[in-house]
Each structure stands twice: as structure tokens, then as C-alpha cells.
């Protein structure tokens, strides 16, 4: 399954903001799968990093304000890290993986990155 655009976790009355997630550096090409709240919104085959800009793909999800789960998976290496978010506002967070074969989250941050 492909996920294109944002996908709605919630209600749409005002309750909902988007969390913008940015797989970064590291990914060679495994199968990545994103929760959101236990709710599967991305799995997608062969994703890997384009090295000139720092990215590998992305997706925004709407959730509703306050408490936010979001993990993500690469099932074939047997890794998967979960981050808990308070949001309020619209935010965007970078995922990685390291050469040690860890996932790790950048902070959440209020601007875009900035990929040319």
C-alpha cells in the first residue's frame, strides 16, 4: 500500500493539525511502514535516500491535538523506534536511520525543512 497526500486521523472541526514526516538520511532501500496513533498511514517498498538532497519520501498526517504516536518500522531489518508528540500545531519531524542500524527522530520543529 501507497499513501499519497495527508491522511485524516481525526475529525475535520478545527480539532486537526498536520504532522509532517520527513524520511531523511539512511534508507537504502528497505520496505518502511509509519503508524500514527496504531494506525498504519505509509508502507512503501524500496525506500531510499536520495543522497544529493537528504530525503527518501514523506508524509503529512492529520491527527487531532494533544497526545500523538507515531512509529515507524522497517520490518525485513527488525527495527522500529516510536516517538510520543504533543501537538498543537502544524509540525514536522525528520527520521533517520544511523550506520548502527538505529532510527532516530530529529526534534519537532514549526518550519519545513528546507530540501532543494
Known sequence: MQYWGVQHMGNREGN???IHIAL???FEGEIVVIRVNGNE??????????L????????EVGV???SV???VALPLKNLSKSIVLQVSTPIY????????????YTEPR???FGYL
Open 110 to 112: 514549526r518550519e519545513p
Open 16 to 18: 486537526e493539525v498536520v
Open 93 to 104: 519531524i525528520g527520521v533517520s536511520v544511523t550506520r548502527d542500524d538505529r532510527i532516530v
Open 24 to 26: 531523511q538520511e539512511g
Open 52 to 59: 544529493q538532497i537528504g530525503i527518501a519520501d514523506f508524509i
Open 69 to 71: 504516536n507515531v512509529e
Open 64 to 66: 487531532q491535538k494533544g
Open 41 to 50: 498511514v505509509f508502507h512503501k517498498p524500496n525506500v531510499k535516500t536520495r
